[in-house]
């Protein structure tokens, strides 16, 4: 990824694909994007889901790890150089069947070392889908 300050307001997901091809591959999409507060979205699809028709638990964490990751990264100390995620995890509320899904990650701790991600995941009717809590390592 370029350096924080480099943080689309025109394309935010074509910056979110340039930066991290693997968004694009899931067809993640940029809401929004700033160190406050990072929103995804990911449209419910055939092609993405599991038994009965719900939407891949792999999709759903990809989704939480990728907002949590450029969260993290507009948050790093001006030394770093990126981030990696050293842990995650995931609590499942509800499947998903339809729609889309909202991934909204906050940082929870900015260490010198390791930084802290929360990232609400919810559907288009604002239900609570799955909440995913990772520490990402600050890579210098």
């Known amino acids: 990824?370029?350096?924080?300050?480099?943080?689309?307001?025109?394309?935010?997901?074509?910056?979110?694909?340039?930066?991290?091809?693997?968004?694009?591959?899931?067809g993640a999409t940029a809401v929004a994007a700033g160190p406050d507060e990072v929103h995804l979205r990911l449209e419910w699809d055939p092609t993405r889901t599991t038994t009965a028709g719900l939407l891949h638990g792999g999709a759903i964490m990809a989704l939480a790890d990728t907002a949590g990751g450029w969260a993290a990264y507009l948050n790093l100390p001006p030394t770093a150089t990126g981030t990696a995620t050293i842990s995650s995890s995931t609590n499942f509320m509800r499947p998903l069947t339809e729609g889309h899904l909202d991934a909204v990650a906050r940082v929870l701790h900015k260490g010198r070392t390791t930084i802290v991600v929360d990232t609400e995941l919810r559907d288009a009717q604002d239900r609570l889908v799955a909440r995913v809590t990772q520490t990402q390592a600050v890579l210098t």
């Open 1 to 26: 990824m370029p350096p924080p300050d480099q943080t689309p307001s025109a394309d935010p997901t074509g910056f979110l694909h340039s930066a991290m091809p693997f968004a694009a591959l899931i």
